[in-house]
């Protein structure tokens, strides 16, 4: 039995019911004097660019998303798109030149500063590239910083900190100064200090952009491993599009300011919201991406022939290889309840792998080309 687990896909985030954990409705953020008469500008779908005249640099244009409670989502874009100036409004780091962001149903345009501050402290933690660790504190220092800034007592401070630098597997480097670690480590250090935090919103910028590959992959891991014990919700930010399908439950695009499309891994792989989307795709490994669900035929009508091998519905296309060689009878794709859903025989494995490598075409109805700009 080859059941792989895809922990990425997180079957139990709540769908559409109950409170999102952020809501962000029509932002804007306007660099520039002139801000709000480019808003009006932009708000008929227009590129940045066709507001050169003002003088502004409109970073993020016409934003509108929600963040579920648990779910990883991933703001992906190439750089200079508008991810971070997207990410710095969640936290109140900025505010938006107009439109509303919303914390666990707390609109905070207009918050306070003392309450702002008091959500940030509660309910956000940030992770940075740059780990942004104090040099001359331990790693044990390090991680329970935030916890010592926000008031609370030594023996509170030293359980949370102890119980997140476990988490991230450094029990024993307590004492290292940041300078005697890896670049993984430290990010480590910078993870478990925002895991220490307690809060239930983690917003990530980069933080794993600076790290080499493999280190970067193993991190990665580990941040999926500790979320389907956590659950926390988690905003990942990335330029790196294979990070942001290994990593997100869904995917926000982003380009010049505006979000172009948002889903999941699989749907903006099989419906690219645009043809700059199928462009920005078409070197990723759609095999480790689609699953056996989106190759499967459907189930044979009669007598159910169980002899095959049986993988499950979430197994990557690309673990498939090894179950479909074992055997010359179809795969079996079960579903969470073990119920059969369909059938992958050889062929049609084979036949699915010519398309999923072949050329994506986006759809040509005009209700998926929103968002597109003519590219000069
Ligand atoms: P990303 O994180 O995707 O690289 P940013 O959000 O940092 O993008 O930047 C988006 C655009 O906004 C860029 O053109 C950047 O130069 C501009 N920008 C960001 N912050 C400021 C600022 N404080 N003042 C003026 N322009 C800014
Ligand atoms: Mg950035």
Do not use: C
């Not at 991680?143 to 900190?161: I, N, Y």
């Not at 060689?325 to 792998?353: F, Y």
């Amino acid at each position: 039995m080859t059941e792989v687990e895809k922990v990425s896909n997180n079957p139990d985030v709540a769908d559409g019911d109950g409170q999102p954990a952020i809501t962000v409705e029509s932002v804007y953020k306007i660099f520039g004097r002139r801000a709000a008469r480019a808003v009006e500008a932009l708000s008929d779908g227009q590129h940045r660019d066709t507001i050169k005249n003002l003088d502004v640099t409109a970073a993020v244009i016409d934003a509108d998303f929600e963040v579920r409670p648990g779910e990883i989502f991933v703001v992906m874009g190439l750089s200079g798109s508008g991810k971070s100036t997207l990410i710095r409004m969640l936290n109140g780091l900025l505010e938006p030149t107009s439109g509303s962001v919303s914390v666990d149903g707390v609109v905070l345009n207009n918050l306070p500063a003392k309450q702002l501050r008091q959500l940030r402290r509660d309910k956000i933690s940030m992770v940075f590239q740059h780990f942004a660790l104090l040099p001359h504190r331990t790693v044990f220092d390090n991680v329970a910083f935030g916890l010592e800034v926000a008031g609370h007592p030594a023996a509170f401070r030293a359980e949370k900190a102890t119980e997140a630098i476990e988490m991230v597997g450094l029990t024993g480097w307590e004492d290292k100064l940041p300078s005697q670690l890896s670049g993984g480590m430290r990010q480590r250090v910078g993870l478990a200090r925002a895991l220490a935090a307690g809060t239930d919103i983690m917003l990530m910028d980069e933080a794993f952009s600076a790290l080499d590959p493999l280190i970067r992959r193993e991190i990665q891991d580990q941040l999926l491993v500790l979320q389907k014990q956590l659950q926390k919700t988690i905003v990942f930010i990335t330029h790196d599009l294979n990070e942001a399908m290994r990593l997100g439950d869904r995917i926000a695009v982003m380009r010049d300011g505006r979000i172009v499309q948002i889903g999941t891994a699989e749907e903006i792989l099989t419906q690219p919201a645009n043809d700059y989307v199928a462009e920005f795709i078409a070197d990723v490994d759609r095999t480790r991406v689609l699953t056996a669900a989106s190759v499967m035929d459907p189930p044979p009508t009669g007598s159910v022939d169980k002899s095959g091998v049986v993988v499950g519905e979430d197994t990557p296309v690309a673990d498939l290889f090894g179950p479909v060689s074992e055997s010359n009878l179809p795969l079996q794709v079960t579903n969470a309840d073990g119920r059969l859903v369909g059938v992958i025989p050889r062929l049609t494995l084979l036949n699915a792998l010519s398309q999923v490598n072949g050329e994506v075409s986006s759809d040509d109805d005009a209700s998926s080309n929103e968002g597109e700009v003519a590219t000069a």
